[in-house]
């Protein structure tokens, strides 16, 4: 067993670079009274001390990997600590760690080993196990391999609660370049296939209520940001055609971390992209929950987001003429684009407005954040300039962090005496 | 200004509003019996809990308002929050006045004083099903200690019910010192007359403990260490996710 100790930590480390972690959206329930079930809003169990959440049991079966690609750690060329687990090893830990509560499920990966088919079916037969033999209903996230074929992520997807193939790389010509054995097309193929068998099942299960769920929480993928010269316009170009045309469920940004330093086909960054990361988050959300289009976000012009302010604020100062928006008669997609006042509050605004009109003092209690709000509404009676008298050219003065004022030096202001020798 | 009593108990504060009703009276002031032990003014009145009363309130509310506006109704009395008795007080009374329903009237201080405290409620619940963490006895039985801010485990045993239907499992409030023992059938409530439980870590003691239990709580935290990635580290977030009074219970966060 102190074997299994071991290996829990050589493959955990290996998979921790992948930061999907959600375990929502799937409602499978305990059939039986066997174990587990899963929650549709998800559950985080812990929280580590870089602020990630952990609610799956992140792990690799292997780390071992026929593919040399320049921004993994686990890369062929990567002299590292190479170990694997039974099928059985990992079945036990998911099982022991479930009943302690200290998971929500299992995220599966694997490195590439023989081929993508030899692969995929041996984290198939993790989560088949987990499902026929334990009668285990909590999560199940696999990772599908890029290049498997389309009949073993089928018989996947009817195992497991979400799927996801990771194109790390947001332009083609850059993945070719940072890993020669992958293109898109071994990513999209599979993308494409769980898409469709998503469609397929959810018809399925409109004419028979029996009928098997596949990936019954969606598909997510993840992109790295910052380990090429890919611009800000091109990432969410991609993700938006991902959850429109693919309805992928989540993509996810990973600012990039100098694993292999000695690359010189990967920038030498000194610390992760964290900011430029946080900022593509931000967007993302206002594409899903917002209703923004991708080029009003970025386009063209410009193809970078403000790194100093928040997409969303960077739209309104660019687009003076939408303000200042009456709260108490706008519409809600109109209110959502007001800096400040987010999807909470703007539901409480428009079911409260029904019985009378809003005051600044109460939106402030429904917790829209005035501070950022006043520059861009009308309601009651808030007397406050708006965007359009204090000009949109000096908005985002106001909005940046104030300098420090610089400490003094204590005993600079203090008298000094001098005394004649 | 007029102060009325009651006895600390639900059923006692729908009484209260019955009283209210009855007497055309409404205070200014609600405190629990027995909650200051220097009672500057005597109450005006004392309401004596009547369970049909209670009841009565409580069917007519649901007659005005939506089974989830009552549910918050319930879920903010568990607060213990200063003065909740005159916010639901005046939420009843809004609520009963109104010919229309008044529950999704957020401008209004009282409603949106209950939906934050309901919300504080729910969180501290969910608080439950996130960080309790159970160790397994040598029969067979999964232990675990917590101590929530509300009064709030009999709101999350439904869950643990659902997800651990194939186990024995307890979980024990630590600060109420009562818990809920699930013998695979039903749950029952329970209180230790005396434990082989460490009251600093909430651990079982090793004697009772299984063969394996130490291995796995090895291994979580082994995993937990393993997953923090050094370059992303972020000590004021981690502290705002996984606030320190909780770190007294999670194994990961023990030495």
């Known amino acids: 067993m102190s074997d299994v100790l071991k ?52 792990i690799m079966l292997t780390n071992n990997c026929m593919y040399d690609c320049a921004y993994c750690v686990n890369r062929r060329s990567n002299d590292v600590l190479r170990t694997a687990f039974t099928v059985n090893e990992l079945v036990d830990l998911t099982i022991a760690f479930y009943r302690r509560n200290y998971i929500e499920g299992l995220f599966l990966s694997s490195g590439v080993v023989k081929s993508p088919d030899h692969t995929m079916s041996m984290m198939t037969r993790v989560a088949k196990e987990l499902r026929t033999v334990q009668r285990y209903n909590g999560y199940i996230h696999l990772k599908s391999i890029p290049g498997a074929s389309p009949e073993l992520i089928r018989e996947a997807g009817l195992y497991a609660d979400r799927l996801s193939v990771n194109i790390e790389i947001p332009s083609e010509p850059n993945l070719k370049m940072l890993a020669p054995e992958k293109d898109y097309k071994s990513i999209l193929t599979p993308m494409n296939s769980i898409c469709q068998g998503i469609l397929v099942s959810k018809e399925d299960s409109r004419k028979f209520r029996s009928a098997p769920k596949f990936v019954p929480a969606g598909q997510s993928t993840q992109l790295i940001v910052g380990a090429t010269p890919d611009t800000d316009n091109q990432i969410l170009k991609l993700a938006s055609g991902l959850y429109n045309h693919q309805s992928l469920k989540r993509v996810y940004y990973s600012g990039y971390i100098p694993i292999n330093k000695s690359d010189s086909r990967l920038p030498a960054l000194t610390a992760p992209p964290l900011v ?146 | 200004m007029v102060t009325w009593s009651y006895d600390n108990t639900f059923e006692g504060l729908l009484t209260l509003v019955f009283d209210c009703y009855q007497k055309k009276v409404f205070p200014d002031k609600i405190t629990g019996t027995g909650n200051s032990q220097f009672v500057l003014f005597q109450p005006d009145y004392e309401v004596l809990t009547d369970d049909a009363k209670g009841k009565r309130v409580w069917d007519g509310l649901h007659k005005k308002i939506s089974d989830s506006s009552c549910q918050m109704v319930y879920y903010s009395f568990l607060s213990e929050a200063k003065d909740v008795e005159l916010v639901i007080l005046n939420f009843i009374r809004k609520a009963f006045d109104s010919p229309v329903s008044i529950e999704l009237n957020f401008g209004d201080k009282d409603v949106l004083e209950l939906l934050k405290l309901d919300r504080t409620v729910m969180r501290e619940a969910e608080r439950i099903r996130m960080f309790v963490r159970f160790q397994k006895t040598k029969d067979d039985i999964y232990y675990a200690s917590f101590d929530p801010r509300y009064n709030v485990l009999p709101l999350v045993i439904k869950h643990f019910e659902n997800r651990f239907a194939d186990q024995q499992w307890i979980i024990y409030d630590t600060k109420r010192n009562y818990g809920f023992y699930y013998d695979l059938k039903s749950t029952s409530e329970f209180k230790f007359v005396e434990s082989l439980i460490d009251p600093a870590t909430g651990q079982i003691d090793k004697s009772v403990m299984d063969k394996d239990e130490q291995l796995f709580q090895d291994m979580w935290k082994s995993y937990f260490k393993s997953m923090c990635i050094k370059e992303r580290i972020n000590p004021r977030l981690h502290m705002q996710l996984l606030p320190k009074r909780f770190w007294k219970y999670l194994i990961e966060k023990q030495a």
């Not at chain 1, 998979?15 to 549709?40: F, L, M, Q, T």
């Not at chain 1, 809003?41 to 870089?50: V, Y």
């Not at chain 1, 429904?366 to 406050?384: D, H, P, Q």
């Open chain 1, 7 to 58: 290996k829990l930590e050589i493959l955990a480390g290996a998979a921790k670079y992948d930061v999907s972690c959600a375990s929502s959206g799937s409602n499978r329930g305990n059939k039986g009274k066997g174990i587990g079930n899963s929650s549709p809003w998800g559950i985080c169990h812990s929280f580590t001390e870089d602020g990630r959440c952990v609610s799956l049991l992140k």
């Open chain 1, 276 to 421: 430029r990361e946080n900022r593509l988050y931000q967007s993302d959300w206002l594409m899903r929950f917002y209703f923004f289009r991708v080029d009003e976000i970025v386009n063209d012009t410009h193809p970078n987001l403000d790194l100093d302010i928040d997409p969303k604020l960077s739209y309104a100062i660019r687009n003076p003429w939408m303000f200042p928006v009456d709260i108490n008669k706008a519409p809600f997609e109109l209110i959502l684009r007001v800096p400040g006042i987010g999807v909470k509050s703007a539901k409480l605004i428009l079911t409260s407005r029904r019985y009378g009109r809003i005051s600044s003092y109460q939106l402030q209690k429904m917790g829209v954040v005035m501070k950022r709000a006043k520059y861009f509404i009308t309601c009651n009676e808030l007397a406050s300039p708006t965007i359009n008298e204090i000009k949109p050219e000096n908005m985002k003065q106001l909005f940046l962090p104030k300098p420090e004022p610089k400490k003094k030096d204590k005993l600079a202001g203090q008298l000094s005496l001098s005394f004649p020798d």
